[in-house]
Structures are given as structure tokens and as C-alpha cells.
């Protein structure tokens, strides 16, 4: 037992030494250029635990805010409120079973002296290490296909929410204009990168849901405002499937670790995001829905039903620039995957690595097009790709990687001091998969899909102008 405790105390200290030393490495560097330190390593060279915080809270909320109003509308306050902490704490969970897994996978790697100096280790390269190739493919598969999605809804977004502080455009061309735009998140490197972006994007989103809870309490009830939800279950199951997507933004969680100096820190960091998400999100869905109550069963952004004005004008403004950002956190992962295809994950030169990066926006751009139904498509996602890329397989991966006695003992992370034995966290595990298989896949994937089929029916593929009004002049009254 001594010896293997202190075989267990030597892979974590490796470990720890290995990040401290690309630590000092990126410190060398910054100093190379003295002239440059303080501005590069303020914006750029982020990898502490508060970048990480910053990028888990700001990745979580985008546009969702804007459509949770839109949810609480099919399924009622009450249970809005208590699916959003529930899924919240589910998610929560799921994203530290990521972590321990990418440090047991970076941990058996360190032993073998296999340096990642020049590689981003991402969520398929785990699975692969730690159970295979099949598990490698199912997680590229899902992992890929939902970051695809993500991109394509934050497109969609940019559109339906630049329309309503210019209309002169239908939202089809500004998802034109916008796609050319999203397209230059192909010269961030890493996520290393983002430190000033993910600071803003939570400031703007911060700015965004008060202003959504202060918008909507001014403007008090609409009149003859009811709230009725829930009234079908197809609608219900449609709602909490976008509030699953909503806290199914842990899909870039491995590649934010590999950004930080010191990974093994990452344990609480998305629980800690997701408490300050619901300060964010709960007040302003509520707010909103007090408000406009079944009116937004119609009206899926919550931006077309408060008044013009010019703070709804800097909002809108903020939330173009967040989903910006956001675009560019689910396509990054995108961009890696697609450089070790063609063989340039290791190229230093930015411009390089940015044409190769090109060919991965233009499937996005054009989905964007096809399917512009801002608020369906998101409970879709949720249901089909976020149930598995962030709840199921992340569960059954540890389950499977930590099935054997010997597996368990030798564990670079033992179970969290909350769930003391590994039978409670297989308990715990067992339980997700279940609900969200039953829930989020199965009923929720019905209730999606028959929603989203509806709209496809009502406004049909490569819709001009999603849920516009009539005429242009009626936005304004």
C-alpha cells in the first residue's frame, strides 16, 4: 500500500511539473519581448483558474437567454425555474466526470513522457486513450456534430437579433453579412486566447439578462397577458430540452483545461460558472415571461416583444459581439480537429493554420441558411447531440474506464469529497444516463423534432425572414 501510494503521489507531482513547466515556458516568452509583456499577456496568454471561470460562464449563456423566455412559455415558471437548477447541477456534474477523465488520460501520458507542447488534447483523444477507438469515434462524432450546430445557432442569432434594430435587411442576408464576419474567429489560435474575450462576453451577457429583467418589470404586464403553459406536452418536452441545451455548454470543457497552466484546478470551476449563470438567467426568463406571458409561444426572441429603445439598441449591439465570441468557442475545437485531418495542427503560422481553418465555416454558413428557425433548433440540438455529447457519454466513459478494482485504485482522481465512495458516483452516473435518455433523448427528441418539423412546414427551408411581422413599419409600433 506505501508503494502505491507513492506511485499515485509521483504521476500527480509529474503532472504538476509538466504544467508548471509549459508555465514558465509561455512567462520565457512573454519576456523575450519585454516592449509588448504587459498588453500581450493582459489579452492574450490566458491560463489561470479565473480564465477558465470566465470562459465556462461565458460560454454557457448566449443567445439561450433570449430564448428561455420563449421556453417558460411552453412548459410554465415553475417547472422552468426547477429544470434550469436541475440541469444546471446535472451539467455541473457531468463536466467535473470530464475533467477527471482528461486527467487520468493526461496522467498515463506523462508517464510515458508524450509531450502536448505543440497539441491540444481534445474530448475524442481521451475517450480513445482511455477505452478505444469505437469510443473514439462516437465522441468525435457527437462532439463534432453538436459544435456544429452550436456555430450554426449562434449565426442564426446574429441574424434574428441585428433585425430588430435595422430592418432593412431580412434576416437572411444579414445571416450573409454575418457568416463573413464569424469567419475571422479562424485567426484566434487557442484558447489560450480568449482571456479579454471571455471577460467581455460575460460582462455583455451580465448586461443583457438585467436588462431583459428591468425591460420587462417597467414595461409591466401586457395587457390581457396570460400565462397558461404548460398546455401541451409537446411543447413542455420542447422547452426542456432547450433548457438541457443550456447547460450542455461543456462541450469545449477538455480544451479549456488544455489552455490552463494547471488543469487539475478545473474541478469546481464549472459548477462555481453555472451559480452565477442562474443569477443571469432565472430573473430575466421570469421577467420576462411575468410580463408577455403566451405571447412569446409566437415569438421565440425575446427581443421582439420589448419596446425600441436605445438601451435595447446597445443590447442587441453587446449580444452580436458575445455571439461572435461564442461562435468562435464552439468552432475552435472544430478548427483543431480539422488541422490534424490535414496536418496542420502543428504549424506555427498563424495565417497558415487560418486558410486551413476556412473550409470549416462554410457548412456552418450554409445550414445557417437552410434552417433559421431561432428557438426550435436549439431544443433539436439539445435533444439529439447535447444529450449524448455532454451527458451520456461523458457518464457511461467513466463508468467504463473506471469498471475494474484496479482502475479504481490506481485513479489519478479519487471521488469528490461529496460522494465519498465510488458505488454513490456509479449510482449517480447510472441515473443520468437514464434520465436523459428517457427525458432529454426520448421525449424531448419527439417533442423537438415535431416542433421543428412544424416550422419547417409553416415557413419552410431557407426562410427569407423567420417570424418576421408583416410589414416592416408594424416592428416599430
Partial sequence: MPGEKQAEEAIVESFNE????EEKEVELEEKGDHSIFSVKSLLWHGGSVYDAWFSC???QVAQVLLTLPYSFSQMGMLSGIILQIFYGVLGSWTAYLISVLYIEYRSRKEKENVSFKNHVIQWFEVLDGLLGPYWKAIGLAFNCTFLLFGSVIQLIACASNIYYINDKLDKRTWTYIFGACCATTVFIPSFHNYRIWSFLGLAMTTYTAWYL????????QAEGVTHQGPTKLVLYFTGATNILYTFGGHAVTVEIMHAMWKPQKFKSIY???????????IPSATSVYWAFGDQLLDHSNAFSLLPHSAWRGATVILMLIHQFITFGFACTPLYFVWEKVVGMH????ICLR????LPVVIPIWFLAI???FFGPINSAVGSLLVSFTVYIIPALAHMFTYKSASARKNAAEKPPFFLPSWTAVYALNTFTVIWVLVIGFGLGGWASMANFI???DTFGLFAKCYQCPPSPSSVHH
Avoid at 213 to 220: N, Q
Avoid at 354 to 357: K, P, Q
Wanted: hydrophobic residues 40%; contains cysteine.
Fill in 57 to 59: 460562464a461565458s460560454n
Fill in 271 to 281: 459548477l462555481l460558472a453555472t451559480l452565477y449563470v442562474f443569477t443571469l438567467t
Fill in 454 to 456: 412544424k416550422q419547417v
Fill in 346 to 349: 502543428d504549424t506555427k503560422s
Fill in 354 to 357: 487560418a486558410v486551413c481553418r
Fill in 18 to 21: 509538466s504544467t508548471e513547466n
Fill in 370 to 372: 437552410i434552417f433559421p
Fill in 213 to 220: 429583467t428591468i425591460a420587462s418589470l417597467v414595461h409591466g
